[in-house]
């Protein structure tokens, strides 16, 4: 018999020290409480010895090798790190940020030297029972990608990722004006001689604009699915895993979104987060957007489409590369503020102004073979009025503040079916056998 305890964040895009002061220390006293402590680790580490990639994940994220300390002393004790920065610092970056979260201790999952290592399930031993992570991404460029060695070429580092095709659906009498309309131009050029010289294929029942999937259809609107060779790479880390561990979890990083709605997840990753439940998960654990989305409990199993931000110091990178500096008109006399001045309108727009990147909760729950009957949802803040030097440190919020995340966080489930409890400052999930 194992009755795990676990607890668990969304995204730390840690690149400064934090000050261990009081909220510090009752954050370590909470996770403390359980046997795994879980975190999706958000930036790149090295001493800016390594040369930048030319694009980023939205900000080459970097920090030093040290911030894994806090991120210890904080009492995490697993980590994910498959996302979307993981080819900002190239693939030395990877490398260098595999090779100090190995010598910190830290246990984590979703990158490897090749796609075998960055595929495979890592397990966690504790007192009480053994959990294996997987960690996946599905919003990266595709240079992040790991591959799979052959014996005649190395494979390549990088990510676990989870691939998706958006399908956009349009009347059938749209999808012929529209063939007329690109056909009276060369935007589409590359796209029909790539095809045409067998460099890729082309489509049966629609065709791509570039890389923009067109079908036709009796409902217009836009459709998302998983790669199924990815995800059955997936799968059978998942089978593999549940014969090695008494607890399985599944930690996928993915930005996509439901249209414009940044808090609703993509069709694909529901239907992913389903088929890691149904493959023998005990929890799905999403994140990415920077902000929470809902809980589903799925066959008496949690999905957290969601955790939003633990530690969010985006805005406090140390060094930026030229790019950086390029997509703003600076030059080599403008320092990094002066980017983050113009890209945030001094604040007032993106990231920076978003309440709600600044707000989260921490989600706690036991799994006693292999079942989960509550879980229970401390609310966070991370100090979205408090300026640059001082944002995206995180505490427990306070009652008032703590009650408004509880109730947003119980709208966004709802949907889902899901009811939350909330009583003093408290969020709890009943879980019916």
């Known amino acids: ?59 080459w994220a970097a920090a030093r090798p040290y911030v894994t300390e806090d991120i210890r002393d904080l009492g995490f004790n697993i980590v994910a790190w498959a996302n979307n920065h993981n080819i900002d610092w190239n693939i030395e970056g990877i490398l260098t940020t595999l090779r100090h979260l190995e010598e910190s201790g830290l246990v984590n999952a979703g990158v490897g030297r090749n796609l075998a290592e960055a595929a495979q399930p890592r397990y966690i031993d504790t007192s009480n029972g053994r959990l294996a992570l997987i960690g996946v991404t599905s919003t990266i460029s595709e240079w992040g990608m790991a591959s ?88 059978r880390s998942i089978q593999e895993a549940k014969r090695q561990a008494d607890v399985v979890i599944v930690s996928h990083h993915t930005h996509e979104r439901k249209g414009l709605d940044k808090q609703l997840p993509a069709d694909f990753a529901r239907d992913f987060a389903h088929l890691c439940i149904d493959n023998g998960a005990q929890a799905y654990i999403g994140h990415g957007p920077h902000i929470w989305r809902g809980i589903e409990i799925y066959k008496q199993k949690p999905i957290f489409y969601s955790l939003g931000n633990f530690i969010f110091q985006n805005d406090l990178v140390e060094r930026q590369p030229a790019e950086f500096y390029n997509l703003y008109n600076l030059d080599s006399e403008n320092t990094v503020a002066d980017g983050l001045d113009i890209r945030s309108a001094n604040d007032t727009r993106g990231l920076a102004a978003d309440r709600r990147v600044f707000e989260s909760a921490a989600a706690a729950f036991f799994v006693e073979d292999g079942n989960i009957t509550d879980i229970q949802i401390r609310p966070l803040t991370l100090g979205f009025k408090n300026g640059r030097a001082q944002r995206g440190k995180p505490e427990f919020a306070d009652a008032a503040n703590g009650k408004r995340i509880l109730n947003e966080i119980a709208a966004l489930s709802e949907k889902y079916g899901t009811k939350i409890k909330i009583e003093d400052n408290l969020g709890v999930i009943k879980i019916n056998k």
């Open 148 to 235: 799979y060695p052959r014996a005649d070429v190395l494979g390549r580092p990088g990510a676990n990722v989870l691939r998706y095709q958006a399908e956009h659906i349009v009347l059938p009498e749209q999808l012929e004006t529209l063939r007329e309309i690109i056909d009276q131009t060369e935007i589409n050029s590359n796209r029909l001689l790539n095809e045409k010289e067998g460099f890729t294929k082309p489509l049966k029942d629609g065709f791509f604009i570039n890389n923009i999937c067109i079908k036709a259809g009796a409902e217009p609107g836009t459709v998302t699915k998983m790669n199924m060779q990815d995800a059955q790479r997936i799968v």
């Open 1 to 59: 018999m194992s009755r795990i305890s676990i607890a668990a964040v969304g995204d730390s895009f840690i690149t400064q020290h934090l000050p261990h002061d009081a909220e510090f220390a009752d954050l370590r006293d909470y996770f403390l409480q359980y046997d795994v402590r879980f975190t999706n680790f958000e930036v790149l580490l090295h001493d800016f010895e390594v040369y930048p990639a030319p694009v980023s994940g939205g900000t």
